[in-house]
Nanobody, 117 residues
Framework: QVQLVESGGGLVQAGGSLRLSCVAS????????MRWYRQAPGKQRELVAA????????NYADSVKGRFTISRDNAKNTVYLQMNSLKPEDTAVYYC??????????WGQGTQVTVSS
């Protein structure tokens, strides 16, 4: 089992920055990938960014490329999402996800990000 706790959301003006954190606990060694998703009101949850445990490769949704950066601190069992040049359309609840084992997933409780125009 893997447990996740997110933090770092809040209210920011357009053009501002926020950094989200996701602390993992439990079966850390079984984590294969960590991902950030977001869900805006009335919309489906969408993948924002991912980082693969083995090798550290990353990928991003087209809508956030060049503005968001996913990174990890293995010593702290933490994954970050640095969000720069925020836009009102980035407003959503952001969720951390851990893929572990072969078919298992864990989700955090979500953190609200609101970008005002």
């Amino acid at each position: 089992q893997v447990q996740l706790v997110e933090s770092g959301g809040g209210l920011v003006q357009a053009g501002g920055s926020l950094r989200l954190s996701c602390v993992a606990s439990g079966s850390i060694s079984s984590i294969r990938a960590m991902r950030w998703y977001r869900q805006a009101p009335g919309k489906q949850r969408e993948l924002v960014a991912a980082i693969i445990t083995d090798g550290g490769s990353t990928n991003y949704a087209d809508s956030v490329k060049g503005r968001f950066t996913i990174s990890r601190d293995n010593a702290k069992n933490t994954v970050y999402l640095q969000m720069n040049s925020l836009k009102p359309e980035d407003t959503a609840v952001y969720y951390c996800n851990a893929q572990y084992g072969y078919f298992s997933n864990s989700w955090g409780q979500g953190t609200q990000v609101t970008v005002s125009s």
